[in-house]
Every structure is written in C-alpha cells, then in structure tokens.
Nanobody, 123 residues
Framework: ELQLVESGGGLVQAGGSLRLSCAVSGSTFDDYAIAWFRQAPGKEREGVSCLHTGTGTTYYAESVKGRFTISSDGAKNTVYLQMNSLTPDDTAVYYC????????????????WGQGTQVTVSS
C-alpha cells in the first residue's frame, strides 16, 4: 500500500512562493500518477496538477498554469509542487494523491492520499 506524506505548507504573502513536497513510500515509484489537489473551506476539492512518474507527463489546472510547476525526484521518491505568484485564492489544504492515471477531474479514483498541508496566502 502506498503511503504519501505532504510537507512544505505555511503562511506566505501574496506574490510569494512555496514548495510542497509529497514523499511516497510503500511501492515502486516509477509507474504512478501523483497529483496535487486542494480544498478551501466551503469549496469543492480541486485538482491542481499531476505528474506521471513513468512518462514524466504533467498536467495543470487552468487556474495555476504558468505559476505552479510539478516535478519529481526518483532518487528521493518525492514529488514537488513549486508554487509561485501566490494569491489569496490559492489558500487551501493541499493534498497529494496517487493513482495509475492523471485524472484531475476525478479525485474519487485516486487510491491513496496524504494527510494534507495547509497553505495560507495573506493579502
């Protein structure tokens, strides 16, 4: 069973940057889709970005394109989400999740989830 642990959240001013990390353990790292989702209070969970560790293919929600970058380090079994030009609308709990395919619109299919990390962007 895969285990995912997020880290890197915090409080940042608008325009600032954060890098989230998702450490993956429990299985071979090189053939999964690892995605980042976020959920703000009172809002539905939103798929933010996804990376397939086998192909390197990446996907982004329109709301974060050009500002967020997803990447991976196979040696560390870790997926990162570099978030730049943050706005208060990016405030949410960010979760990483694993599946076989990058289907950002279908969070229900992701098989393993981390516990989440809070990102707060002040104006």
């Amino acid at each position: 069973e895969l285990q995912l642990v997020e880290s890197g959240g915090g409080l940042v001013q608008a325009g600032g940057s954060l890098r989230l990390s998702c450490a993956v353990s429990g299985s071979t790292f090189d053939d999964y889709a690892i995605a980042w989702f976020r959920q703000a209070p009172g809002k539905e969970r939103e798929g933010v970005s996804c990376l397939h560790t086998g192909t390197g293919t990446t996907y982004y929600a329109e709301s974060v394109k050009g500002r967020f970058t997803i990447s991976s380090d196979g040696a560390k079994n870790t997926v990162y989400l570099q978030m730049n030009s943050l706005t208060p609308d990016d405030t949410a709990v960010y979760y990483c999740a694993a599946d076989w395919r990058c289907r950002l619109a279908h969070a229900q299919f992701f098989i393993s989830w981390g516990q989440g990390t809070q990102v707060t962007v002040s104006s």
